[in-house]
């Protein structure tokens, strides 16, 4: 949800250190970028893929290869000696780069063995299972993707920015201009690296001749082809393989059956699924599509309204999908104590009149999303928006115990027990000792030390 006024990247890094929060997957902890959702996509039956495996240019080559290769001595670093290397280019007709890749992925995946200085053959793709042809075809690309840092495509900004432009790709079933591909590594390029007035205007006239050979080499490695319209498309086994990369970096990307049998639940449902970590953001979409905004969003205002901290983190993540129409139910949930700071916001985002939210709202919404990330998993927690940067986490715990979250001593006893920072774990135990005196006032009761 938006307005959070805490450093989540900071706090998430504790949560994960909690028995009860199930653990994300390794690289979710550790990737500095943010997890994102892709449209779902429909692959290609497995035995069909598998058939078209030893037909990919890249692949038939390396096969090639390993014919020309026989049993021969290497060098101690593993590759063809450079007579050898210059022999087997000219057979094959193709150039040196070209042909270590070949060499490359020839050895990675086994269709040439390395044993006691000499290479031996080994399998060829169509002697595997479906299964072993699908996990072949995904060690060939990621020894494709791998060599992006080495010059894969002889274009310095296409290699640095294959994987997104790859990504994008993927995002558009029907193609991508190969123009407004050039402009979205441009602007990428712009933002990462900042290159002044000048080389961006010879970037920009370099670029177009520069990604057409890098499409050309992506289609001669099987992972592109051209649409009848003219547009760059990833190719069936392109699908899989980029799905693949996606999900190993942790990335949202789920297949139309996925997300199909989360269409047709509740919102109770939906809601629960999100927190249990059991569906994605992904599935929001296609729930979404079968009923009207208005009537999805009211459901899930009394949902948020009555539910837990981390049923309300849910909510909002599906609740940021809908625009405008769904207004009438979002401004009816000002007047609803738990959810009437969300709806302010979800209002004030998309340019709807709301009412403003004091220093005490945006410290309720930290206390209330960082409740949150205590109960959800996976990507509904990744969906909670970061903060600014740079805000002050000790003068934050502080001013916990006076808004009245009434989950304030549990994340105050959270960040007291795992933070590593002595300085937020003093000032949160002093602030959870607090919220303890003004739970007891209110309650009637003395406070233990009053007892003692």
């Given at each position: 949800m ?9 706090l998430r890094?504790?949560?994960d ?5 199930p653990?994300?997957p390794p690289?979710?902890?550790?990737e500095?970028h943010e ?8 692959l290609v039956?497995?035995?069909q ?8 240019p ?8 390993t014919?020309?290769?026989?049993t021969?001595p ?8 450079a ?10 007709g193709?150039d040196?780069?070209r042909l270590?890749?070949?060499w ?7 269709l ?6 000499q ?6 793709p ?7 042809t ?8 990621m ?6 840092d080495e ?19 993927y995002?558009?079933r ?9 402009r ?11 290159p002044g ?5 010879r970037?920009?006239?370099s ?5 057409l050979?890098?499409?050309s ?19 069936p086994?392109?699908?899989w ?6 999900l190993?970096?942790?990335h ?16 109770a ?7 249990k970590g059991?569906?994605?953001q992904?599935?929001v979409?296609?729930?979404l599509e ?5 009537e999805?969003?009211r459901?899930?205002?009394e949902i948020a ?5 981390g049923q ?35 209002l ?6 709301a009412p403003?939210l ?13 409740a949150a990330l205590m109960?959800l ?17 000790i ?5 916990m ?7 304030t ?9 795992a933070h ?5 774990v003093?000032?949160a135990?002093?602030?959870a000792?607090?919220a ?8 009637g009761?003395?406070h233990?030390?009053?007892t003692?």
């Amino acid at each position: 949800m938006a307005n959070n006024v805490f450093d989540l990247a900071e706090l998430r890094k504790l949560i994960d250190e909690q028995p009860a929060v199930p653990p994300r997957p390794p690289q979710e902890a550790a990737e500095e970028h943010e997890a994102l959702t892709f449209p779902p996509v429909t692959l290609v039956p497995d035995a069909q893929l598998a058939r078209l495996v030893p037909a990919v240019p890249l692949v038939a080559d390396a096969i090639r290869l390993t014919a020309w290769t026989g049993t021969r001595p290497v060098t101690p670093e593993g590759l063809l000696p450079a007579a050898d290397a210059a022999a087997a280019a000219e057979t094959l007709g193709v150039d040196a780069a070209r042909l270590r890749l070949l060499w490359i992925v020839a050895v990675n995946t086994g269709l040439l063995q390395i044993v006691r200085g000499q290479a031996l053959r080994g399998p060829l793709p169509e002697m595997l299972t479906v299964e072993a042809t699908l996990e072949f075809w995904d060690g060939v690309v990621m020894d494709v993707l791998d060599r992006a840092d080495e010059g894969l495509t002889g274009s310095a900004v296409v290699d640095e920015h294959l994987a997104e432009m790859l990504a994008t790709v993927y995002s558009v079933r029907s193609g991508v201009a190969v123009a407004n591909l050039a402009r979205g590594i441009l602007q990428s390029h712009e933002v990462a690296c900042e290159p002044g007035t000048v080389q961006l205007r010879r970037l920009a006239a370099s670029l177009p001749a520069e990604l057409l050979e890098a499409l050309s080499l992506l289609a001669y490695c099987g992972l592109v082809e051209q649409t009848d319209a003219g547009r760059t498309a990833l190719t069936p086994l392109g699908v899989w393989a980029i799905r693949r990369d996606l999900l190993r970096e942790g990335h949202d990307a789920p297949t139309a059956a996925e997300v199909e049998v989360f269409a047709d639940l509740s919102a109770a449902e939906l809601v629960e699924a999100l927190v249990k970590g059991t569906a994605t953001q992904s599935a929001v979409a296609g729930w979404l599509e079968r009923r009207p905004p208005e009537e999805a969003a009211r459901e899930l205002v009394e949902i948020a309204a009555e539910g837990t901290a981390g049923q309300r983190g849910a909510v909002g993540a599906i609740l940021e999908e809908l625009g405008p129409e769904a207004e009438k139910p979002l401004r009816e949930a000002l007047e609803l104590p738990l959810v009437r700071r969300y709806a302010a916001s979800w209002l004030h985002i998309r340019d709807l009149d709301a009412p403003a939210l004091s220093a005490d709202d945006h410290t309720w919404i930290a206390v209330d999303s960082l409740a949150a990330l205590m109960h959800l998993s996976g990507h509904a927690a990744g969906r909670l928006d970061p903060p600014e940067p740079g805000e002050d986490l000790i003068r934050l715990v502080g001013e916990m115990p006076a808004v009245g979250h009434p989950d304030t001593v549990a994340v105050l006893d959270m960040l007291a027990s795992a933070h590593d920072d002595p300085a937020v774990v003093k000032a949160a135990r002093k602030a959870a000792m607090k919220a303890r005196s003004v739970e007891h006032t209110k309650l009637g009761s003395p406070h233990p030390s009053e007892t003692e």
